[in-house]
Nanobody, 123 residues
Framework: QVQLVESGGGSVRTGDSLRLACVAS????????VGWFRQAPGKEREFVAT????????VYATSVKDRFTISRDNQKNTVYLEMTSLKPEDTADYYC????????????????WGQGTQVTVSS
């Protein structure tokens, strides 16, 4: 059983940056691919970025590509989401999730989820 805890959210202005962290416990972290997803009020949860177990492969949603960077430190059991050039439309609750080995954009394919961290971007 893997437990995930997100941190790093907050309230920022347009153009600012934030770094989210997702710390895992309870499993062999290297066995899991990790994804970041977000959910804005009244909207469905959507894919943001994902990274494979070794960090050698990453995939991004078109809306965040070239602004967000996902990375991981397996020694620290942590996955990061560096967010730059933030926009009001990035406002959402951000969740990290884990699945065995391979990456996926599909929310339904992730078994383990954190509780989320809120990001608010004002203009």
């Amino acid at each position: 059983q893997v437990q995930l805890v997100e941190s790093g959210g907050g309230s920022v202005r347009t153009g600012d940056s934030l770094r989210l962290a997702c710390v895992a416990s309870g499993g062999t972290f290297e066995n899991y691919a990790v994804g970041w997803f977000r959910q804005a009020p009244g909207k469905e949860r959507e894919f943001v970025a994902t990274i494979n177990w070794s960090g050698s492969r990453t995939v991004y949603a078109t809306s965040v590509k070239d602004r967000f960077t996902i990375s991981r430190d397996n020694q620290k059991n942590t996955v990061y989401l560096e967010m730059t050039s933030l926009k009001p439309e990035d406002t959402a609750d951000y969740y990290c999730a884990a699945r065995r080995y391979t990456i996926s954009r599909n929310v339904a394919e992730y078994r383990y989820w954190g509780q989320g961290t809120q990001v608010t971007v004002s203009s």
